[in-house]
């Protein structure tokens, strides 16, 4: 009998960012689909570009339903949201980290994270993060993967400094890179050599619309 993960629906973690904001953290459930079309509504214009690559007014019923209906398995999310609600301040969502794990590649993934304008630079994104990457390898995940377009100039100092123990594939104008996760405990604090790890840099890039990524990538978002 496998023994009982960390990170299951029972799973809720409390933390308070440098700005003082409570937050909660715990699995997607169906019931947070307004919660999260309530997020997207207020990500600024930048913001959704740099998710979509396309201007995108809204998330439909089946986006949402692909974005909450998860079986935490093959495909899994962690949400942020503001935590002690009130009448006057309702559950506000800051912040998702998921991962969509390959058919074919039983101990491979894609992933991403955003984080709500309001809550940037804050440290969500580097919690959100760590509790990603224990929950994958807590499901037989070991490497994630990234694809950009092969004609990318903006990944080839970032990718000249990635670890050693990393793939790349180049092959009909899109490059493939897959980084082993790093060991990293279910209740790991974010620390400052984290913003070192390539692989934070990388998800960074990516939150930053710093470098183009395929059809493959931002479909994690809308497909």
């Known amino acids: 009998m496998s023994e009982p993960r960390f990170f299951s629906l029972d ?3 409390q933390a308070v960012l440098p700005d003082g904001t409570p937050v909660q953290l715990r699995l997607i459930r169906p019931e947070d689909k307004e919660l999260l079309r309530a997020g997207f509504d207020r ?3 930048a913001s959704r570009y740099a998710r979509f690559l396309a201007p995108k007014l809204s998330l439909s019923d089946d986006e949402l339903r692909y ?4 079986d935490h398995e093959t495909h899994l999310a962690i949400g942020a949201v503001r935590d002690g609600a009130t009448v006057d301040a309702p559950p506000l969502g800051l912040g998702i980290a998921r991962f969509i794990r390959l058919p074919a590649l039983h101990n491979t ?4 994270i955003a984080v709500a304008d309001e809550a940037q630079h ?3 994104g580097r919690l959100l993060f760590l509790r990603l990457i224990a929950a994958a390898a807590e499901r037989g995940v070991e490497r994630f993967r990234c694809e950009v377009l092969g004609t990318n100039a903006g990944m080839a100092a970032l990718l000249a400094q990635i670890s050693p123990d990393r793939s790349i594939e ?3 104008g899109v490059m493939s890179i897959e980084i082993a ?3 990293v405990t279910p209740t790991a604090p974010p620390a400052d050599d984290l913003l070192q790890s390539p692989m934070y840099r990388l998800f960074r890039a990516a939150a930053q619309n710093a470098v183009e990524w395929t059809d493959a990538v931002r479909n994690l978002w809308r497909r």
Do not use: T
């Open 43 to 45: 990500l600024s214009p």
């Open 122 to 124: 804050q440290g969500l």
């Open 109 to 112: 993934a894609e992933a991403a």
């Open 181 to 183: 996760l790093p060991n």
């Open 11 to 13: 799973y809720v973690e």
């Open 67 to 70: 974005l909450c209906d998860l």
């Open 170 to 172: 180049v092959g009909g």
